[in-house]
């Protein structure tokens, strides 16, 4: 019979991070290998690339032939796409749910030629929004995982970039600005959890934002979290449902928003 010792049954999750201490694991050692043991070549991705959780996007895309795959995306867990959008070329990668997932990618992205992460979750709405907006760009993202206390002590809020927020603050047709709770476990979302964040001005909940933007903050990178308000979480019939191609007009209408702030 195996025994367990109940000091060990746990830990805290606050305890040993040392912020400005280098990891001993990195991502482009990581990559090298990958690419020692598959033969990918050394190669950039494309400067701007997307996250897309729900993978409705690429398979859109993929169905009618506007995707490519990159040959230099060396992860293990995932395949990058490259389309042409606005005279952009932008990497897309599907299905990347969850905070510790997301920011492994990222990690990744950002030592393979990334220069700015564009992620666009679906999300379960808390809140009503005005003129029934399809898209928040989330502002602020409450840390209810695990990833971001790796990144940022627990005192530091996980927040858009301050010039994101000048550029994307407010567009009248397509998103306005909200907060989000990002959480590890979406079937404990219990109604007094729901209450404790509406009374915090929280409008959305998904599962990548705060994380991403601690990354983005301890490494100084570039990252932009968009959720694509698609549920209240399915507490009718009916509910998840995204519009024509699952949404995926929308989401390249957005992209294409967005894209305008760049030039």
Not at 30 to 51: F, K, M, T, Y
Not at 61 to 89: G, Q
């Amino acid at each position: 019979m195996i025994k367990t010792d109940r000091e060990f049954s746990s830990t805290d999750i606050l305890s040993n991070k040392n912020y400005a201490e280098p990891s001993v694991f990195q991502p482009e050692n990581l990559l090298r290998e990958s690419r020692r043991q598959n033969g990918i070549p050394l190669g950039n991705v494309p400067r701007i690339c997307i996250l897309d959780p729900d993978g409705n996007l690429v398979d859109y895309l993929k169905n009618i032939n506007r995707v490519t795959l990159n040959e230099f995306w060396a992860c293990y867990h995932s395949n990058l796409y490259a389309f042409n959008i606005s005279e952009y070329s932008v990497g897309i990668i599907p299905r990347a749910v969850g905070a510790s997932y997301a920011v492994l990618i990222a990690e990744q992205l950002f030592v393979s030629g990334c220069e700015l992460l564009i992620s666009i979750t679906s999300a379960g709405i808390i809140k009503d929004f005005h003129q029934d907006k399809k898209f928040a760009l989330i502002t602020q993202a409450l840390r209810d995982e695990g990833t971001s206390y790796h990144y940022l002590p627990h005192d530091e809020p996980s927040v858009l970039g301050q010039k994101w927020l000048n550029k994307l603050g407010k567009n009248e047709s397509l998103w306005e600005g909200a907060i989000s709770w990002t959480t590890d476990a979406p079937y404990r979302e219990t109604q007094s959890a729901i209450n404790a964040m509406q009374s915090k001005n929280v409008a959305c909940v998904e599962m990548e934002a705060s994380a991403l933007y601690a990354f983005a903050k301890a490494k100084d990178k570039e990252v932009i979290c968009f959720a694509h308000l698609t549920n209240k979480m399915a507490q009718q019939e009916g509910d998840f449902e995204k519009g024509d191609h699952f949404g995926s007009l929308e989401m390249l209408e957005l992209i294409e928003e967005i894209l305008k702030e760049l030039k």
